[in-house]
């Protein structure tokens, strides 16, 4: 079988979902299939996978298209050149008819959905990682009242309307897509996303992390690796800081980078937070060390955000094996789904909650299973071959 899959992003850079799409790929290759990739190009000279070398003039196909980078403040560029690449890749698809398409999650959804179905008409399958609007709501960027806002879904419950199958990362999202925009239920497949599992964090001793930023003798490290945006709440973490800085053992990294980072350095050197230091974006290849040499991994966001995203980190955090703590809505599936493997949720807006669960975490009190938690759920070869059942059926 043919199968497109149209990428919101590249290879030529370590996006997120860099090793998400990567390995549906590879799994659709193995599986025996014929896959066109179809991504934007950011270098003279595209970059790929070394995996990907022995299926390049057999069963894989590249069409890269050249895209240039828009800022982030401008939306409505950004808007306008996503609109440009989707509409290129599917004059490409037009020339080069796929068996079905498989559409990584974007904001423009609705274009690749109407051409696959009135164009094509072929299946195509669309995986939602991160919800818009819902996601700029909960946030409080949107509000529900704006044109943004409603154009926006409007466009997007076209896309789940009129997409052959769907799939999500949580039942949380898989709740909001069902309820927010009257998609059937049955219609919705919930597959996990999975961590870099090729990646093996090294010992205390040779950890990467750790010689660039030793610890010293008795410290508590807690550790929040991320983007450093509206929507992941680290001010929380600080206000939690904030209350735990004279506790002169325990210390706060701040890992990484994004909008809201003068903000939180201001916040932080207001505070006089000297038990808080900010360490930039890390390698990729240094993730499994980062997660590891925490002493506890806190995965925060925004009130609501867990019905519209689920951060990334949450896989390569539980490979870590460290302890882990939620702030998340508490009456939402994810909250409720970690507890049961003793993984506890502090909420989106108390510091003194997060604060005793770091005091507890310290004095032993964790139960963390993360290994259960991971295999039951989070695994590559489980999501993969659901990723390509899902297009085989």
Known sequence: MKIAVVSIGSFDTQYSDYHIMRDIILGLLERGHEVNLIQKQYLDLPQYPQQFDKYFGKQLQVHNIKFEKKAKADLKARYLA?????RQACKWMKKNKPDKVFLQSCNTAFFTVFYAKHILKCPLLYNEQDIFPENAYFAGILSESSMIYKVAHALQKYAYKNATALSTISDDMKSTIVTRYGIPEDKVQVIYNWGHEELKAH???????????????????????????????????????????????????????????????????????????FVGMQPPEEVADLYAAADVNVIPLQKGLIYAALPSKTADCLIAGKPIITCVDDESAFAKLVRKYGIENAGTSRPEKLEKLIFDTRMGGCRCENALLWGNFFTKDKSVTAHCDALKN
Do not use: C, H, W
């Not at 996503?82 to 989707?86: E, K, N, P, Q, R």
């Open 203 to 277: 010992s205390e001793q040779d950890n990467v992390f750790l010689k660039k930023y030793p610890k010293k003798p008795g410290e508590f490290r807690v550790v929040y690796a991320g983007n450093l945006g509206k929507m992941q709440n680290v001010e929380l973490i600080l206000e939690t800081a904030a209350l735990m800085k004279d506790d002169a053992d325990i210390s706060f990294y701040i890992v990484g980078g994004g909008v809201n980072e003068v903000q939180l350095k201001t916040f932080a050197k207001e505070k006089n937070l000297n038990n808080v230091t």
């Open 82 to 86: 996503d609109l440009s690449y989707y």
